[in-house]
């Protein structure tokens, strides 16, 4: 089996919750190709799904070593960062990303790093604004319906799931929300 046929197995065992064999996977990547990041990132995200926030991170600095300029590998990190509460290795990580890749998710995390600093009308005003610069970007809707019913604003958060469920009509949680 390629690399990238090897590397594909190990994502799909990933997303079947097949850690153990996904694990197995990464680091047989990383014999294969010691230069590559993709066997150290692929080992980086079976230990978020395990929540060891230290060997994510340890596999992603690894990863990073080899390419520093993957907007994806940073925001990987800082998310591992934010669940350990390492808040501001957390923030810059993010923006790192956002520089490298202006990555989407990296912009949604930058949102949850602002919430658990206590920014949070900061954190709604970023998310407004993600939502009229990418008004297409369906997570965007589902988290500030997610931030309005947190704060009881039970209308304001309808709002923006059913402009969510428009705009994704399978989308399973928002119907479960609406439903």
């Known amino acids: 089996m390629s690399f990238e046929e090897t590397h594909k197995e190990g994502y799909e065992l990933l997303h079947e919750k097949d850690l153990d064999s996904s694990l197995d996977i990464a680091r047989k990547l990383q014999k294969m190709k010691p230069d590559?990041?993709?066997?150290?990132?692929?080992?980086?995200?079976?230990?978020?799904?395990?929540?060891?926030?230290?060997?994510?991170?340890?596999?992603?600095?690894?990863a990073i070593e080899i390419d520093a300029e993957s907007g994806r590998l940073y925001n990987l990190r800082g998310y591992a960062f934010l669940n350990k509460d390492e808040l501001e290795k957390a923030k810059e990580d993010f923006g790192r990303a956002i520089s490298l890749d202006n990555l989407p998710s990296a912009h949604r995390n930058l949102v949850l790093y602002k919430?658990?600093?206590?920014?949070?009308?900061?954190?709604?005003?970023?998310?407004?604004?993600?939502?009229?610069?990418?008004p297409r970007d369906v997570e965007n809707w589902i988290l500030m319906g997610d931030l309005m019913k947190k704060g009881g604003h039970?209308?304001?958060?309808?709002?923006?799931?059913?402009?969510?469920?428009?705009?994704?009509?399978?989308n399973e949680y928002v119907k479960e929300l609406l439903g």
Not at 40 to 57: F, R
Not at 115 to 134: F, S
């Open 115 to 134: 919430l658990m600093t206590g920014k949070g009308h900061e954190a709604i005003t970023y998310l407004l604004d993600r939502i009229r610069t990418e």
């Open 154 to 170: 039970d209308e304001k958060a309808k709002t923006y799931y059913e402009q969510a469920l428009k705009m994704d009509p399978g």
């Open 36 to 62: 590559a990041p993709e066997g150290y990132t692929l080992e980086a995200e079976v230990m978020q799904k395990l929540n060891q926030w230290d060997a994510s991170i340890k596999s992603l600095n690894e």
